[in-house]
C-alpha cells in the first residue's frame, strides 16, 4: 500500500504522542526528578495537539509539532554534555517538514543552546560553544537538510513524471478516440460509397416485373466489358432469387451495338437459359439491325421482337396454348 507524506505525518505525530506519553507515566511510576517527567509529558501533549489539528486539517501542524518539540528541548537540554535528544526535532522535521525547515529548525536549537549558555553562565562555556562540537553538530544538520532537499526533489520529479504520465495517457486516450471517429466516419463513408455502388448497378440494369413469371430489363447507355458483366451478374441474380422464366432484354436504350456489344448480350443469354429461363431481345431499330448485318453479327441464339408488349403478347400466347394442350391431353 502506498504511503503519502500526509499518511506518513499523521502516523509520526500520533506514535510520538502516545510514546511520549507512556514514557511520562513510565518516569513518574519510577520516581524519575518533576523536570524531566513535565518535559516529557510537555512533548507528548504538543505531539498530541498536533496530530489533532493535523487531523483537523490544518497543514502548519507538521512545523507546530517540530518547532514546539525543538523549543521544548532546546530549553531543557544539560549544557555540560552532548546528548542525542539534540537531533530529535531535527529528524522529524526530516520526515514531515521541508528543507527549509529543517535548517531553520537546527539553526534555532543551536542559537538557543548558546544564548542559554550566554544567559545562564554570562559566557560560552558549554560544551555547544566548543569548536568542534558546534561544527559537527553544523554538519548534521547540513546532512539532514541535504537528506530532506533530495526527498523533495524526488517527490517532485515523481509527481512531475506522474502528471507527464497522465497527460500522455490522456492524449493517448485522445488520439485514440479520434482515430476511432475516424474510423467509424470512414466505415460510414465506405456503408455509403457501397449503397451508392449498389444503386449505381441497380440503375445500370433495372429490372421491372411485368408479369407473373416474367422480367423486363431495359438497357440503357453505352455498353462496356465491365458494365456487361454486372448486366449479366444481376440478371442471374434475379432470375435466380425470383424464379423468372422470361427476360425481356430491351436494347432501345443503346446508342450503339458493336461487336463487343453483341457477344456481350449473347453470353448473357446463354448464361440465363443455363437457368432455365428464356430470353426475348427488343428494341433493335432499322439502324441497329443494318449495322449487326454489316459487321456479320449472328443472332440467331437470340429470340427478337419489336417490342415489350409484343413479347410480353407472345410469351403470354404461348401460355395459353400450354395450358389448352394440357387440358386437351386430359380429355
Same mark, same amino acid.
Given at each position: 500500500?502506498?504511503?503519502?507524506?500526509?499518511?506518513?505525518?499523521?502516523?509520526?505525530?500520533?506514535?510520538?504522542?502516545?510514546?511520549?506519553?507512556?514514557?511520562?507515566?513510565?518516569?513518574?511510576?519510577?520516581?524519575?526528578?518533576?523536570?524531566?517527567?513535565?518535559?516529557?509529558?510537555? $512533548?507528548?501533549?504538543?505531539?498530541?495537539? *498536533?496530530? !489533532?489539528?493535523?487531523? +483537523?486539517?490544518? &497543514?502548519?501542524?507538521?512545523?507546530?509539532?517540530?518547532? @514546539?518539540?525543538?523549543?521544548?528541548?532546546?530549553?531543557?537540554?544539560?549544557? #555540560?554534555?552532548?546528548?542525542?535528544?539534540?537531533?530529535?526535532?531535527?529528524?522529524?522535521?526530516?520526515?514531515?517538514?521541508?528543507?527549509? !525547515?529543517?535548517?531553520?529548525?537546527?539553526?534555532?536549537?543551536?542559537?538557543?543552546?548558546?544564548? +542559554?549558555?550566554?544567559?545562564?553562565?554570562?559566557?560560552?562555556?558549554?560544551?555547544? *560553544?566548543?569548536?568542534? =562540537?558546534?561544527?559537527?553538530?553544523?554538519?548534521?544538520?547540513? *546532512?539532514?537538510?541535504?537528506?530532506?532537499?533530495?526527498?523533495?526533489?524526488?517527490?517532485?520529479?515523481? /509527481?512531475?513524471?506522474?502528471?507527464?504520465?497522465?497527460?500522455?495517457?490522456? /492524449?493517448?486516450?485522445?488520439?485514440?478516440?479520434?482515430? &476511432?471517429?475516424?474510423?467509424?466516419?470512414?466505415? /460510414?463513408?465506405?456503408?455509403?460509397?457501397?449503397?451508392?455502388? &449498389?444503386?449505381?448497378?441497380?440503375? /445500370?440494369?433495372?429490372?421491372? +416485373?411485368?408479369?407473373?413469371?416474367?422480367?423486363?430489363?431495359?438497357? $440503357?447507355?453505352?455498353?462496356?466489358?465491365?458494365?456487361?458483366?454486372?448486366?449479366?451478374?444481376?440478371?442471374?441474380?434475379?432470375?435466380?432469387?425470383?424464379?423468372?422464366?422470361?427476360? =425481356?432484354?430491351?436494347?432501345?436504350?443503346?446508342?450503339?451495338?458493336? #461487336?463487343?456489344?453483341?457477344?456481350?448480350?449473347?453470353?448473357?443469354?446463354?448464361?440465363?437459359?443455363?437457368? @432455365?429461363?428464356?430470353?426475348?431481345?427488343?428494341?433493335?431499330?432499322?439502324?441497329?439491325?443494318?449495322?449487326?448485318?454489316?459487321?456479320?453479327?449472328?443472332?440467331?441464339?437470340?429470340? $427478337? *421482337?419489336?417490342?415489350?408488349?409484343?413479347?410480353?403478347?407472345? !410469351?403470354?400466347?404461348?401460355?395459353?396454348? =400450354? =395450358?389448352?394442350?394440357?387440358?386437351?391431353?386430359?380429355?
Amino acid at each position: 500500500m502506498k504511503i503519502g507524506q500526509r499518511q506518513l505525518a499523521f502516523a509520526l505525530m500520533g506514535g510520538m504522542a502516545a510514546y511520549t506519553f507512556i514514557r511520562g507515566l513510565l518516569n513518574l511510576l519510577v520516581g524519575d526528578p518533576p523536570r524531566t517527567i513535565i518535559l516529557t509529558l510537555l $512533548v507528548s501533549a504538543i505531539f498530541g495537539v *498536533a496530530t !489533532w489539528l493535523y487531523w +483537523r486539517g490544518w &497543514e502548519g501542524a507538521r512545523f507546530f509539532a517540530t518547532g @514546539g518539540v525543538a523549543f521544548v528541548i532546546a530549553s531543557s537540554l544539560p549544557l #555540560t554534555r552532548e546528548t542525542l535528544v539534540l537531533f530529535t526535532p531535527i529528524a522529524f522535521a526530516v520526515a514531515i517538514t521541508n528543507t527549509q !525547515w529543517v535548517a531553520g529548525i537546527g539553526a534555532a536549537m543551536l542559537i538557543g543552546l548558546l544564548g +542559554r549558555d550566554l544567559f545562564e553562565n554570562g559566557s560560552l562555556d558549554s560544551v555547544y *560553544a566548543n569548536v568542534a =562540537v558546534a561544527a559537527s553538530y553544523i554538519v548534521q544538520v547540513v *546532512a539532514f537538510a541535504a537528506a530532506r532537499y533530495a526527498l523533495d526533489t524526488a517527490r517532485i520529479e515523481a /509527481e512531475q513524471n506522474a502528471t507527464n504520465a497522465e497527460a500522455a495517457r490522456a /492524449e493517448i486516450a485522445e488520439r485514440a478516440a479520434a482515430i &476511432e471517429q475516424q474510423r467509424k466516419e470512414l466505415a /460510414e463513408q465506405n456503408q455509403r460509397q457501397q449503397e451508392l455502388l &449498389e444503386l449505381v448497378s441497380q440503375l /445500370e440494369t433495372p429490372a421491372v +416485373r411485368i408479369a407473373e413469371g416474367v422480367l423486363l430489363a431495359p438497357l $440503357v447507355g453505352g455498353i462496356d466489358s465491365r458494365r456487361a458483366g454486372k448486366i449479366t451478374s444481376r440478371l442471374l441474380e434475379l432470375v435466380h432469387e425470383r424464379r423468372v422464366n422470361l427476360v =425481356v432484354l430491351d436494347v432501345a436504350g443503346v446508342p450503339v451495338i458493336d #461487336t463487343a456489344v453483341a457477344n456481350a448480350l449473347t453470353q448473357t443469354v446463354r448464361a440465363l437459359r443455363l437457368l @432455365g429461363c428464356r430470353v426475348i431481345l427488343t428494341g433493335i431499330s432499322a439502324q441497329v439491325a443494318l449495322t449487326l448485318t454489316h459487321i456479320g453479327i449472328e443472332l440467331s441464339e437470340l429470340d $427478337v *421482337a419489336a417490342s415489350p408488349q409484343e413479347a410480353l403478347q407472345r !410469351w403470354m400466347d404461348k401460355q395459353v396454348q =400450354v =395450358v389448352r394442350n394440357q387440358r386437351s391431353n386430359l380429355n
